[in-house]
């Protein structure tokens, strides 16, 4: 594939973060939009931190996200880990013409130093002795006089006094390289032309356009996206907020409304409605649209579109993206009596209540559960009137005698019986609901006695007769 390249090369150091993965599809997006590649890189050279659990996992994640390896534009996964002796052979190569040099002084070294002299950070102070390497040496960059102006997509031009930048490290003591240097390589070695990625970079960026032309090489096109804050204007982080994609995905949220909603933080996409499919956002999605100021992760917002997103499903595809749920172990029926055909009828007024996927089981246990337990305060409630026990009694024979087991037959009867008995509807119903569902609250009654079915329906209204006074 020819075109620009993009690059996702998260850490996997834990879960994907919801912030990544916006930077990940805002990358994935340019990149099929201009006919070019995505390149997915796994920068995994911090053996500490990194566990191969959440590298399938970030995998995992992406690909839930309709970012994944069967695509054309799709490049990868490299392994950074894989390419280290490229790092050293680079960092040599910077050495042997002079861009960086070796240094032995300790973190105490320079600390007694700065006090001595009253300064602050690394003041070059071994530019010019001719250090080899050797045990415990860095190599750092030569960073030379000037200005470095980074052309920024997002931001615009922005500009960096070289003597506010220390020589900073690319090897370590023990010669492995800083991230500095690999990310520049590898993005070096894999051709990226589009370096698009989180706004904490970009203290990086002069650094590394230095390294790119120290290399002889032409810098990317650099995009340093908005942070994404919560409630408080407080950057999202993992210890404050719930901020891991594969959380999301298992609460049943929508990977559609998921894309959706992570595309739309802090670009707003063509028309009236921010709620947009995949191929309007590829197509209208531009880096110079999108918002310097933070973006609120708005959960209220999440849950919104999440929502929309399920009502927009045909009953099947509810099913479908239900099921993990609707027939999990811990559902709150007995499995074996979830019945597809009842569910795909009662899902229309089911699903503009829900908000996740998880909310379906809850709102349709009435229909698969043998026996209701009918909540005794709220049946004394429903029933705490002569008018109340008059419907419940009229209701129960008007049903038993109903021809046609329809919502609006059954709705029509029990209206008769209120009107009957001075009751309105909405009154009306309460007994009804609290004998059959077991609960003062949940969808449409006549909708849920229907697909609950005419024997099941009239064996709970009599029962829960039998408890009259
Ligand atoms: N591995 C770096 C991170 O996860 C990526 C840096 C970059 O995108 O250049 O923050």
Redo the contacts with the bound molecule.
Sequence with gaps: MTGPRY?????PTGFLHVG?AR?ALWNWALARKEGGTFVLRI?DTDEARNRPEWTQGIIDALAWLGVHADDPHFEGPYFQSQYADQHVATAQRLFAQGAAYYCDMTPADIEARNKAEGTQGYQGWSRDLGLGPGPGRVLRFRVPPGTTVVHDLVRGDVSFDNALIEDFVLLRGNGSPM?LLA?VVD?LAMGITH?I??E??LS?TPKQQMIWEALGAQPPVWGHVPLLVNEQRKKISKRRDKVALEQYRDEGYLAQAMVNYLMTLGWTPKGDSEIAGWASMEADFRLEDVNHSPAFFDLKKLAAFNGEYIRAMTPAEFLEAGRPWLTAADAPYPVDRFDEGVFLAMAPHIQPRCVTLADAPGLVDFLFQPEVAVDAEAWAKATGTPEAVAVFRGALAAYEGLGDWSADALKAGLEAVGEANGLKLGKAQAPVRVAVTGRTVGPPLFESLECLGRDETLRRLRLAAALLP
């Design positions: 690059r996702f090369a998260p850490s990544g930077t920068e991230f990310n993005d370096v990625r989180a904490e970079h990086n």
